[in-house]
């Protein structure tokens, strides 16, 4: 139940065992909401965190997420979630720059969100993974109306599906992506709606491995 703006950070949370961040106000900060390094403790959910209600309306970066491992799987969704988003008033459609970034988290899992950019001209990233997330998953998510709608510099055995990803400058980057012992010899998987103008600007640079794209 904080109010927290104008701010380099509004709350950052580097370190610690069982967080929990609820019903805070984080306006108009260069970064809302940053958490680091945060693992599970002895309370039994095999989570790290917990935050919900929070809101982070004209942020430069609305929620940031670094260097977490969580056994179970970390999820970001409308409900039910470690991180729940209410996409009605959590203000990460008026966030500038990148909604959501993601540093080095593995095995997360983020649902139906909508981090489309309600402003004028294209603006910042809906979500970006910066590096070295293994075993993402996004789906069901719209990032509209940006300058990248998902961008995924780096990580292992990405899963990208049934995400509206139109009116973006690039709808869906995946730059070095790698296979893991999954099975399937493929550094990721894309199934969705990008949008036929979109097309030319999907930008995928993998290093010698295969890949499987499908496009719907």
């Not at 970390?74 to 039910?80: A, D, H, N, R, V």
């Not at 993974?129 to 069901?140: A, F, K, P, T």
């Amino acid at each position: 139940n904080l109010t927290v703006t104008n701010r380099s950070s509004g709350i950052r949370v580097t370190g610690g065992t069982d967080v929990t961040v609820t019903n805070n106000t984080l306006t108009n900060n260069t970064t809302a909401l940053f958490l680091s390094t945060i693992t599970d403790g002895a309370d039994g959910d095999n989570k790290p965190l917990a935050a919900s209600g929070n809101t982070f309306t004209s942020s430069t970066e609305g929620l940031r997420l670094q260097s977490m491992t969580a056994a179970a799987g970390l999820t970001i969704g409308t409900s039910g979630t470690d991180i729940v988003i209410n996409n009605t008033n959590d203000g990460l459609k008026a966030v500038t720059g990148d909604a959501i970034v993601l540093n080095n988290v593995d095995n997360a899992t983020i649902s139906g969100l909508d981090v489309a950019w309600t402003g004028g001209s294209r603006s910042g990233t809906g979500i970006f993974n910066e590096g070295s997330s293994d075993n993402l998953v996004i789906q069901n998510v719209i990032a509209t109306n940006r300058n990248y709608g998902i961008r995924f510099d780096s990580g292992k055995d990405a899963t990208f599906t049934n995400n509206t990803l139109t009116n973006n400058n690039t709808a869906l980057r995946v730059a070095s992506a790698t296979d893991d012992v999954d099975g399937d010899s493929a550094p990721f998987l894309a199934t969705g709606k990008l949008g036929r103008e979109q097309l030319d600007a999907l930008y995928q640079e993998l290093c010698d491995h295969p890949m499987v794209v499908m496009v719907l």
